[in-house]
Nanobody
Framework: QVQLVESGGGLVQAGGSLRLSCVAS????????MGWYRQVLGEQRELVAR???????DYAGSVKGRFAISRDNAKNTVYLQMNSLKPEDTGVYYC?????????WGQGTQVTVSS
């Protein structure tokens, strides 16, 4: 059984930084895609960043240059370093892992950026 647990969300002022962590348990391999989505109430979940097979990083245009995704395969953990945060980055951030075509999600962590 695959489980994902996020942490690191909170309230921060615009221009500040946060680091999200997501620890995965279960049959996770280094080639499994992992990443982060975020969702604002009433809107669709949107991709923020992901690490593809082979370690290729992919970012939404709105966060490119401000966010950095990384992964520690030994710890089955993926991180999202968020810098220069803006109020529009506010939302619930969900970690995911893609295993044999199936998505597994964490419970989400709230990030609130005040102006």
């Amino acid at each position: 059984q695959v489980q994902l647990v996020e942490s690191g969300g909170g309230l921060v002022q615009a221009g500040g930084s946060l680091r999200l962590s997501c620890v995965a348990s279960g049959s996770i391999f280094s080639f499994n895609e992992m990443g982060w989505y975020r969702q604002v109430l009433g809107e669709q979940r949107e991709l923020v960043a992901r690490i593809l097979t082979g370690g290729v990083e992919d970012y939404a245009g709105s966060v490119k240059g401000r966010f950095a995704i990384s992964r520690d395969n030994a710890k089955n953990t993926v991180y999202l370093q968020m810098n220069s945060l803006k109020p529009e980055d506010t939302g619930v951030y969900y970690c995911y892992v893609l295993i044999w075509g199936r998505l597994y999600w964490g419970q989400g962590t709230q990030v609130t950026v005040s102006s």
